[in-house]
């Protein structure tokens, strides 16, 4: 029988004749080929969700803070959450549904959520891992405007004022605006792109300045009258589209020095995500992910966030009331979609709106009821929903004529007994047939086949299910012979 191999992630061209590779729910991982196994890449579920603490509003950010605490906004209300899902109310700020952004300079916690004027700001516990937050402080401060994003270097809170093509920082190790105020002279502006400043981020020692059509970079000079100095002759020849979506990263095979990742434009075209490190970016986002995110028209509002988990660094960019989420692996560089299920079985909108990681454990905030979950591969549902999963296969031709497809075996190690629903197209992608029931051994010895699939030109098999329980799906064998037609 003829192997049939899945070798990347997502890849739905507009033309699903030239490819049909739907990867939803499912994040592929290479297999090393040196070490001889029968199989290029294996596929193995997202994690699901289980509720931590409920609290009211909803979830706009979580953050780990220099000392390793779990911070959450939610509406109004900052709080501290524990690894065992109890919180302490530290205070509140504006309420809303827009992000939050925080950031903290060891000693102070700042907070942004873009509306021009407001920030917050409360003291970190003397003693890392104990003690009490100070209260939080609305900031009054004249030379203070506000932000949609907020960045840290060499203990500078970083901010831009909104709507604006300026910039600018708290004085060095900021504590309070009464012993530390804001000097109205720390103010600069973007002085190649001559346009709004959207974002503002830190990758190592460079801060990368995005503005709607172009990156600057700057650095700390130590001067006197203003602590920063823009790089000569460097620029990003692309812009920013949304704030929210712009998220730094740590040291990956990929980015070996951290980097940052963005939802960006420039003058020529539509957006499209982009990888940046040290001075330099290129796209990221594949041809088909471009056509889907292109098609969603404004992505202003579009948010996301990165997070870490069995060695796989995912970006997860959500367009909020869109159906599918698309998720980028750092690790690996490939795409996959991941969608939730709705109370009629609809894909719908993923329920987390960020991600966080504190305790050892991944958090992540509900967008719409102020849940805060516990997010892990061995959680096999959404709260209590199913998750929905699917994987299509490559086209399968037979040089024009059609063949006989005899046999369809199923290489799928599964450990609870799924039932997989299997479909296939045979007009190119465009539909699908009947759907046949394949259930996997719980020891993962079986080998489950359907025999006598009939005829086609071209075909391409889907893979879908529900059912919870630990998978590895690997690809399939399939018998075919040729026909004279």
């Known amino acids: 029988m003829q192997r049939l191999n899945l070798s990347g992630g997502t890849y739905q061209m507009p033309a699903l004749s030239v490819s049909a590779q739907r990867c939803l729910n499912l994040y592929p991982e290479p297999v090393p080929q040196v070490s001889g196994e029968p199989c290029p890449v294996v ?30 906004v939610a509406g109004a209300q900052v709080v501290r959450v524990y690894k065992d899902g109890s919180v302490t109310h530290i205070g509140t700020i504006s309420g809303g549904a827009t992000p939050v952004r925080m950031a903290d300079n060891g000693t102070t916690l700042f907070i942004v959520d873009g509306a021009g004027g407001n920030g917050w700001y409360c003291a970190l516990p003397a003693l890392i891992g104990r003690g009490d937050y100070g209260a939080i402080t ?92 823009r790089q000569q002759g460097v620029t990003v020849e692309t812009g920013c589209v949304a704030p929210y979506a712009v998220c730094t990263l740590g040291t990956t095979a990929q980015t070996p020095n951290g980097g940052v990742i963005w939802l960006g434009k420039d003058r020529s075209g539509y957006s499209r995500v982009y990888l940046g490190q040290l001075s330099a970016a290129k796209p990221i986002s594949t041809f088909p ?30 367009i909020p009331g869109a159906s599918s989420s698309w998720v980028y692996d750092v690790t690996t560089d490939l795409w996959h979609e991941r969608c939730a299920l709705d109370a009629s079985g609809n894909e719908a909108q993923i329920r987390p709106f960020c991600f966080g990681e504190a305790y050892g454990v991944v958090f992540a905030g509900d967008y719409e009821n102020g849940t805060i979950y516990r997010v892990s591969p061995d959680i ?52 699908y047939g009947a759907v046949q029931s ?6 993962g010895s079986a080998w489950p086949t359907i025999w006598r699939l009939g005829m086609a030109r071209d075909r391409v098999y889907r893979l879908t299910w529900t059912a919870p329980g630990p998978t590895a799906l690997m690809g399939a064998f399939v018998q075919i012979d040729g026909a004279r037609s």
């Not at 996301?304 to 970006?315: I, M, N, P, V």
């Not at 005899?406 to 629903?421: N, P, T, Y």
């Not at 394949?438 to 020891?443: D, G, H, K, N, R």
């Open 43 to 72: 596929y193995y579920p997202t994690p699901g969700l289980a509720p931590l603490v409920t609290l009211s509003g909803t979830i706009r950010c979580l953050y780990q803070t220099t000392q390793g605490d779990m911070i959450a």
């Open 138 to 229: 609305r900031i009054v401060d004249d030379a203070f405007y506000g932000s949609p994003t907020i960045a840290l270097l060499d203990t500078f809170f970083l901010f831009v004022n909104p709507d604006t093509s300026n910039w600018y920082t708290s004085p060095a190790q900021f504590a309070d605006e009464a012993t530390t105020p804001f000097d109205a002279l720390y103010v600069a502006s973007s002085s190649t792109a001559q346009g709004t400043i959207v974002a503002i981020a830190v990758v190592g020692q460079v801060i990368w300045l995005f503005t709607r059509n172009q990156v600057e970079f700057w650095y700390d000079s130590g001067a006197s009258d203003f602590p920063f100095q």
């Open 289 to 318: 992910i471009d056509a889907a995110l292109q098609a969603q028209g404004d992505l202003t509002e579009a948010v996301a966030s990165t997070y870490q988990q069995s060695g796989h660094l995912f970006y997860v960019l959500t």
């Open 380 to 431: 096999q549902d959404d709260a209590g929903r199913p998750i929905k999963r699917q994987r299509a296969f490559p086209h399968l031709l037979t040089n024009g004529a059609r063949g006989i497809h005899r046999q369809f075996c199923l290489d799928m190690q599964g450990g609870a007994g799924q039932s997989i629903s299997v479909d296939w197209s045979d007009d190119r992608g465009g539909s």
């Open 438 to 443: 394949l259930t996997l051994a719980p020891a």
